[in-house]
């Protein structure tokens, strides 16, 4: 099993922003991860996979880096519509593994 | 464009079995470009894979809950099906339905169902 470090758990920023979310894993996965949006009561959204491949549809100011085991996800001008709940997630091997999610809150 | 919806009962009781279904419309669940998963999360918690199938029946389920699941795929209906035996309170959670755009299984989950609350009491 791939175990998954994500952080921080709690993120607090304003509007106009740039924030950093990190994911590490506990063994390399070449660029098998994926990063998805969660509002309260919604199913999750993918943003990014391959680590660093934008969505369609999902606005240019969310982007994703990394390779092996650490990863990152950015927002470079955070929006209302932002402030949410995100998880990384591995599909580089069975069983598919997620990190345990960061809140993104108004400060 | 692809849509997932699930169905199933609310509530089910401990120690019987959870059957949920999910229907694919605006493609078809044969295809040979998808692998179809279920996940799930407990209220206020993370999320968890429960298992990924392709439409020819070949699946994947997580180690820590393959004794108790079954995934299935319906072709004739475009629906794919989950069932969790056994189910205590721990199993009380959302279970959503996803697809995999990816012939190996391997793959980031692109489109997600609503999902559907399940909870385990008596």
């Known amino acids: 099993v791939i175990w998954m470090t994500q952080s921080p758990s709690l993120l607090s920023a304003s509007t106009g922003d740039r924030v950093t979310i990190s994911c590490r894993m506990s063994q390399g996965i070449s660029s098998y991860l994926a990063w998805y949006q969660q509002k309260p009561g919604k199913a999750p959204e993918l943003l990014i996979y391959a680590a660093s491949t934008l969505q369609s549809g999902v606005p240019s100011r969310f982007s994703g880096s990394g390779s092996g085991t650490d990863f990152t996800l950015t927002i470079s001008c955070l929006q209302s519509e932002d402030f949410a709940t995100y998880y990384c997630?591995?599909?580089?091997?069975?069983?598919?593994?997620f990190g345990q999610g960061t809140r993104l809150e108004i400060k | 464009q692809l849509q997932l919806q699930e169905s199933g009962p609310g509530l089910v009781k401990p120690s019987e079995t959870l059957s949920l279904t999910c229907t694919v419309s605006?493609?078809?669940?044969?295809?040979?470009?998808?692998?179809w998963g279920w996940i799930r999360q407990p209220p206020g918690k993370g999320l968890e894979w429960i298992g990924s199938?392709?439409?020819?029946?070949?699946?994947y389920y997580n180690p820590s809950l393959k004794s108790r699941v079954t995934i299935s795929v319906d072709t004739s209906k475009n629906q794919f099906s989950l069932k969790l035996s056994s189910v205590t309170a721990a199993d009380t959670a959302v279970y959503y339905c996803?697809?995999?755009?990816?012939?190996?299984?391997?793959?980031?989950?692109?489109?997600w169902g609503q999902g559907t609350m399940v909870t385990v009491s008596s």
């Open positions: 199938i392709y439409y020819s029946g070949s699946t």
């Open positions: 996803a697809s995999i755009y990816d012939s190996s299984g391997y793959a980031a989950f692109d489109i």
């Open positions: 997630q591995q599909y580089y091997s069975f069983p598919i593994t």
């Open positions: 605006g493609g078809s669940i044969s295809s040979s470009s998808y692998y």
